[in-house]
């Protein structure tokens, strides 16, 4: 908790959308605060200012001569040539060569440099440049602007950078792209952060809409799968309820791997039939048409699927002939052609042995997004569910060749349509029959769109005590590798011991002190650490000095290779005690601080893959 925080702020920041929600810290006579839904106030036109429960996650970079002049101005900012949100969605679907969308996506795409000014990509018009991660930052900085405009005006104290906030990203999101979100969130001003896996979020979420029912919706042995289908990525997780001192309990035992693959290749997809309707007759669609066309579809997805009595929804793009002036070329997406392209191309009937088909890829290609190759999520699942048949938190039913989920909660926008939802359970239950098992129960979701948000709230909640905690603990002990001290030896290497800093079930938020001497941390100069996890040795309290193993006993992660900064002139090897931080997202940060507590350097590894 911050010193003198008044709320908890969740925050969803998406790929497609971005929301917020808040609750104030529990108090006696307060202990379970309402979680409100925060209204963003935005542009919505020229000159106009409207709350809206969602800030679409868009940047449009105005010329100078576009707009009059103070209509792009917001209550807390004025003389700004960007703005963010329903009406840059909006513009950027007629002009999106100045349009900046997929931020998220291109935050985490290990193909170009991240903090580099890359955005808008493909773009040939002189504008401003944003990186991904400035870009990220902007969103951030408005939702700050509009809550101090609307919750601080008279209350100081209420400000967001003096709350305590907790950000969402996917669960597969690589160590690179959750610092740079931290650091996103820094550039906007925010410090006291803290990221949260978003199914988690979602199922947290879930948990505060059931109150006490929850326990009546599920039961010990349970294998719960979320699955998550955002505008970026798809997400899963497997929470296994459990039982701890008669009470039941949950626990996370397993996290995707990163799929880029959401709710913007259904949106390509749906520009590219539109495409084919207008070239049938006899419109010819150019790359700058088919990029607004792009954005014209994700709203009419968007506005299909949230609507069940609507049948279809106009597009239109701008003409580009030369003799037509402020001309629009007109066309329609049917609801029945949405169901048919995202239900037969993204969730196609597959068996639970059929996995993510690989694609030869061209040698050269443009530095663009990393999409899956292939859009099946369907396979996708089926090889998340095999992969963790053997998880040692499960009870493996004989015969299973995939973990079988007993019940399942959707999230993402995309996921609100029951037939999307319907076919997916289809899918799943005719894997779960053909092994003789029993369908999947559905779990009842919320605003889909807002959820992920509420649950960060939620779990702020969780953080003070009260609340239910999904638990994961880690299922290995890790050590961190030292160097023996010892003369030099021509041919030979000073041998290797190895230190415990987290043992086995160490709960996911804990912070080690290890304890016993200071160590030498090397500093200025390209270094490897060796990180080593264990199923075998779960005893060893941190501290614990392993001087040699048996084969098998300790597995070597992949090393980190890195050159540590110096600090207030500190350098070659540096005197050090030993912080272990296992934190919310499954990585774990070796803090290495200086005998004066002044100076840090902190190593992370990401144990996900190993757990």
Sequence with gaps: MKENAKYIIGMDLGTTNCAMAYVEYPTAGNEKPEIKNFAIPQLTGPGVVEERPLLPSFMYIASEIEFPKGSLDLPWISGQNYFVGEFAQKRGAESPKRLVSSAKSWLCNEGVSREDKILPSGNDVECEKF??????????????????????ATDKNAVMEKQTIYITVPASFDAVARDLTLKAASLAGLSNVTLLEEPQAAFYSWINNMDAKWRKEVKEGDVILVFDIGGGTTDFSLIYVGQQDGEMSLNRIAVGNHILLGGDNMDVALANLVRTK??????????WQFQALWYSARAAKEALLSDPKAEKVPVTILSRGKSVIGGVIKSEILKSEIES??????????????????????GITELGLPYASDPAITRHLAK??????????????????????????????????????????????SWLEKEKSQNVKLLPSTNMDLAVARGAAYFGIVKTGAGIRIKGGTARSYY???????????????????LCVVPAKTEEGSVIAVPGKEFGLRVGEASEFKLFASTTHKAEAPGTILEEWSEGDLLETPPLETSLEKKDGLEGVVPVKIETHVTEIGTVEIWCVSRDDKNRWKLEFNIRENE
């Excluded at 207008?278 to 790359?287: P, Q, T």
Aim: proline share 6%; hydrophobic share 40%; glycine share 8%.
């Design 131 to 152: 990186s991904p991660i400035e870009t990220s930052a902007k969103y951030l900085q408005h939702l700050k602007n509009a809550w101090n405009h609307k919750m601080a």
């Design 278 to 287: 207008l070239e049938a007759s006899g419109k010819k669609i150019d790359n």
């Design 341 to 362: 392209i995202l239900i037969e191309g993204f969730l196609p009937k597959s068996g639970s042995d059929e996995m993510p088909l690989k694609q030869k890829s061209s």
């Design 384 to 429: 998340f569910l095999t992969e963790h048949v053997s998880n040692e938190n499960y009870k493996k039913k004989a015969g299973a060749s995939f973990i079988h989920p007993s019940a399942m909660l959707f999230n993402g926008g995309v996921m609100k349509s029951d037939l999307l939802q319907g076919r997916v359970l289809e899918t799943i239950n």
């Design 480 to 498: 961190i590798g030292l160097e023996t001290a010892m003369p030099a030896v021509p041919g030979m290497r000073a041998p290797m011991k190895a």
